[in-house]
């Protein structure tokens, strides 16, 4: 079955850090993170593109970094310094061929 798998959310105090990471099955090559809060669209985070550029949303500059390990398949971000605003499930988005695949999120909580 080809499919993402997601891992490394959880609650954490403002201020806090986490490392998702988002391993991909044979074929299916994880680019990056979007995520979605409750009453809000789903949004970008930080992406490689398919010309190995990386993206961040504004919001994600300076607290932010996506890395990535080929041999494994894996993209993982490190989030610092998280705020209450980054509440949101996380997802990580990959690429089959040319067709996109999602998979299943992981829900960050940052609060006190």
């Known amino acids: 079955q080809v499919r993402l798998v997601e891992s490394g959310g959880g609650l954490v105090q403002p201020g806090g850090s986490l490392r998702l990471s988002c391993a991909g099955s044979?074929?299916?090559?994880?680019m990056g993170w979007h995520r979605q809060a409750p009453g809000k669209e789903r949004e970008l985070v930080a992406t490689?593109?398919?010309?190995?550029?990386?993206l961040y949303a504004e919001s994600a500059k300076g607290r932010f970094t996506i890395s990535r390990n080929k041999a494994q398949n894996t993209v993982h971000l490190q989030m610092n310094n998280l705020e209450p605003e980054d509440t949101a499930v996380y997802y990580c988005k990959g690429l089959y061929g040319s067709q996109t695949s999602w998979g299943q999120g992981t829900q960050v909580t940052v609060s006190s």
């Open positions: 490689f593109t398919r010309g190995n550029d990386i």
């Open positions: 044979r074929g299916l090559n994880p």
